[in-house]
């Protein structure tokens, strides 16, 4: 017996105006106009013979069963999305789409990647960041996300495979002129922040034995580069992850201090899609994230003393 699909032009509208919550928006994305919107909406309605929207004073928002329907709807359009470019591509290179956060890109996976390119000339890896923290703003079709925490998505599995240990971070230059010989010392420093952690201060600061108050003072930036941009020119002490800083830490151009105390977040985990879509490519390049991320696994051995910085 074959299934009864819906519109599927209407498909396409609808997975816009769920994730975008404005039937506006949906219909400038899609380049039609808002009454083309409303109507494709309205023929879906019709065809489940129940209302997908609530209509807000601003904006739309899908029902609880409009929701949980949006989801298998935009994973099956990114399926046939992938399967598509596949079929464009056969017997060309074969690409594998990958978004993260810039910091992650530019201070781990971008320096390790040429080596994977040489090992692997046919796969493309096509890199895309982006700055929000909401995964749910990721409209672009992907096979594998990196992110700072667990991720769930249908047709996908996440593992974790870097570990995200923090830990205070200043430069030699700003330690010669602000000396910084215990963790009370920090509170008289120039604190660093970055306003997507806004506690990784106060929960250091606790761990070390430090009383603190809810505020502390400092200067805060909205990004991970920026903050160690501002470490590296002795502008104070970020708190930074360590396997984003290890070329930093290992040349001498940032210094951590007190290795003995750290933060252990979740970890920076990989969302990939499984089964055969990009076959042997992307678990190729899975395979070689794992070796990576094992390879630059947290050692609390490892403490780059001044004698050893170059």
Known sequence: MSLSLPPLKALKVFEAAARTRSLTIAAHELHITHSAVSQQIKLLEEHFGQPLFIRLPRGVEATEAAQAFYTEVRAALDRIAMAA???TLTGKNRIVRLITAPSVAMRWLIPR???FQIDNP??????TTTVSEHFEDLKDPFDVVLWRSPLERSGFECVRFLDDVSAPLA???YLELHPINKPADLLQASLIHLSVRADAWQQWLIKAGVPVKKKLPGTSYEHFFLSLQAASTDLGVAMGSLALVDDDLSHGRLRQLFPEVVLHGQGFHMLHRTGETNGNALKTFITWLMQMGAASA???GKIYSADSMT
């Open 85 to 87: 470019e596949q079929l």
């Open 298 to 300: 947290y050692d609390p």
């Open 113 to 115: 990647l040429s080596q």
């Open 122 to 127: 046919r796969i493309e890896v096509r890199v």
């Open 171 to 173: 430069s030699p230059h």
